[in-house]
């Protein structure tokens, strides 16, 4: 199974790339940046199938379709692109498994979205009080998060 993540965001990029890594699933990137210094850092990372100055979306699926990689699914975790990747996921024959940026911030939302759309992904549980810790079978390490939000707020 192959997915595209298209992002202005170096850093997570390479954290969500690893992320799907270990659960088996083949991540490429679209970056788009204009700084030179990430640039210079990017090209020598083979999971960054292109990279981009800015947001147009002629431009983006031009970049995607000439690497000739089918993609099964396509998101991104930007919100300038988010009423934009439908368009590019159309374009590039690829599903689209983000529909509005409230789902890609409520991981919970997000986590039934990718278990939907049957792409594997890590265990997680849900924990809205303190009873329900009691019930839990949890494996360390584990990783502890507010539902909502991005990056590592409240971790």
Do not use: W
Request: proline fraction near 1%.
């Amino acid at each position: 199974m192959k997915v595209l993540l298209i992002s202005r965001d170096y850093t997570t990029s390479n954290i969500i790339k690893n992320a799907f890594n270990n659960i088996g699933v083949d991540l490429k990137i679209c970056l788009i940046s204009k700084g030179e210094d990430i640039k210079a850092i990017a090209q020598k990372n083979e999971d960054i199938i292109c990279m981009l100055d800015n947001l147009d979306i002629d431009n983006i699926c031009y970049n995607i379709r000439n690497v000739e990689i089918k993609f099964n699914y396509i998101f991104t975790n930007d919100e300038l692109l988010i009423d934009k990747i439908k368009i590019i996921a159309n374009r590039i024959n690829s599903k689209c498994v983000q529909d509005h940026v409230s789902t890609s911030r409520n991981k919970l939302d997000f986590k039934k979205l990718i278990k939907k759309s049957q792409i594997k992904t890590s265990k997680f549980e849900v924990i809205y009080n303190k009873n329900d810790l009691n019930n839990l079978d949890i494996y360390l390490p584990c990783v502890v998060k507010p539902i909502d939000g991005f990056s590592s707020n409240g971790v």
